[in-house]
């Protein structure tokens, strides 16, 4: 089967579809502006090999940011995000700019040849809704047809 053909109708079968359990961990600590993030996945079995030939690998995440107050209603938002499984590496850098207490937008880049663009709105206090596009080069063109988008709809829980 050509997984590369996303259009191919026996792609999408029941054959393909399974449920799985799968346990993660994560901690975050915020101080005044900056916060800093440690997280893992898969902390059930790594080895664990599915019938659908995968493997569930234990991933590790790093993420940091501190936040510029740049005027009342403006900030600047640098973010890094380290992803590793001690065999491969991959670092995000994003920079969120909030215009004011409602629209934010942003800019992505990896070190796997991806560029990404963001934009979010912030209404009734608590919901976020937001847009982003990805732009991939290198050898992974050919199957994302150079571009992915992610939309996002998000709920904070106030603070009591």
Avoid at 34 to 55: C, E, H, N, V
Avoid at 144 to 156: I, P
Wanted: proline content about 2%; aromatic content about 20%.
């Amino acid at each position: 089967m050509d997984y590369t053909n996303l259009k191919s109708r026996s792609f999408f079968t029941w054959r393909y579809f399974t449920t799985n359990f799968s346990a993660d961990f994560g901690i975050n600590y915020k101080i005044s502006n900056w916060q800093i993030g440690l997280g893992m996945t898969q902390l059930t079995d790594q080895r664990k090999k599915s019938s659908y030939t995968f493997t569930y690998e234990r991933h590790y995440y790093l993420q940091s940011s501190y936040k510029f107050r740049l005027g009342k209603q403006m900030e600047l938002t640098p973010r890094l995000l380290v992803q590793t499984d001690f065999l491969k590496m991959a670092a995000t850098l994003n920079v969120q700019f909030k215009v004011n207490p409602w629209l934010q937008i942003g800019l992505a880049a990896r070190n796997t040849k991806f560029l990404g663009a963001n934009v979010g709105f912030y209404f009734l206090k608590k919901f976020y809704l937001g847009y982003s596009a990805q732009i991939t080069f290198g050898p992974l063109m050919s199957l994302n047809k150079y571009y992915s988008h992610e939309a996002v709809l998000s709920f904070t829980i106030p603070n009591q």
